[in-house]
């Protein structure tokens, strides 16, 4: 079932995620929603907070090649536990601030460890993509948004954009 993504600005995507105790149905369950909205969005990564749910679970999957088969993955209480010192910087979106951009420097490469739908612990290394991706959905769950990266100017621009589209948004469905 696709979800409602909230969009910025929103007190929700500000607070840090609780870790997730115990991997129960209800939250698989949220976990192929948030993949069914992410696909739909199209993006390439979701947090639980995006969908209105404080707890510490992510989506995503980079493939975007044209005929590769999607590679879902889906993240309880992710963590990076290695960086590399090497830094690289890509255009990042986000489905919380719909139509923005910017560039943000992170680590290259991440290593990262989490527990799969099953509760198995997972350690996997990314870079490229797949890195930016997984570090900017964990930033999510510690209620960090991209364009708390940007200069003040720039990221109060972008807010005041994202105050008009969600009025917009009201006055049409209202």
Partial sequence: ???PILI??????????PPV???SDELRKL??????????APGIGLAAPQVGVSTRLITLDCVKEEGAAPRPLVMFNPRVIAASDERSTYEEGCLS????????????EVTV?????DGTLQTEDFDGLWATCVQHEID???GKLFIDYLKP???QMITRKMLKLKKERARAAG
């Fill in 1 to 3: 079932m696709k979800r």
């Fill in 8 to 17: 910025h600005p929103d007190p929700r995507l500000k607070k840090a995620a």
């Fill in 21 to 23: 105790e115990d991997i």
């Fill in 31 to 40: 976990a192929d929603d948030m993949l069914e909205t992410m696909y739909d």
């Fill in 97 to 108: 601030i719909p139509d923005q951009y910017a560039e943000v420097e992170r680590p290259a």
């Fill in 113 to 117: 460890e989490w527990l799969d739908r």
């Fill in 140 to 142: 999510h769950l510690d």
């Fill in 153 to 155: 100017l720039k990221r």
